[in-house]
């Protein structure tokens, strides 16, 4: 069976720093933009979520269609917002916590600037691993 997943790094400006589509369904370039416009949507209501809990993990805050957005929220509000199927939300959460410290990492990195894009090859490869094993 075919999954859709669409995975979003938002910094705490709201400006995408890392994106990928990490399901395993076929990839439409006007679907693409459809998942950017839903989870961009979203972020209204991660905003007001993130306030009223103490939670990084958010679970299902918005769905659209037949799809879910799931949001983990870091303590320097840089959200990771995941695009999916409706599924089970330990793997989602193991998946979030693993991309987290995956981040840490880059965000220690003297080289990076902090609310920049993240280019680097080698997180690519470990999102879509994590993807892969999680989702």
């Known amino acids: 069976m075919a999954s859709t997943a669409c995975f979003v790094i938002v910094s705490k400006n709201d400006i995408p720093i890392y994106e990928a589509e990490v399901g395993s369904a076929p990839k439409k370039e006007d679907l ?26 958010l679970r299902s805050v918005d769905r ?48 990076y600037l902090p609310g920049s894009r993240i280019t680097s090859s080698h997180f690519d490869t470990k999102v879509r691993a994590l993807a892969r094993k999680y989702l």
């Open 32 to 57: 693409a933009h459809q998942h950017q416009f839903i989870l961009h949507a979203a972020l209204d209501v991660v905003q007001d979520l993130a306030w009223t809990t103490n939670a990084m993990f």
């Open 64 to 111: 659209f269609s037949d799809l879910v957005v799931s949001v983990y929220d870091s303590v320097v509000h840089t959200r990771f917002m995941l695009l999916h199927d409706p599924r089970s939300d330990d793997g989602i959460k193991s998946f979030f916590q693993e991309v987290h410290e995956l981040y840490i990492k880059i965000f220690l990195n003297p080289l």
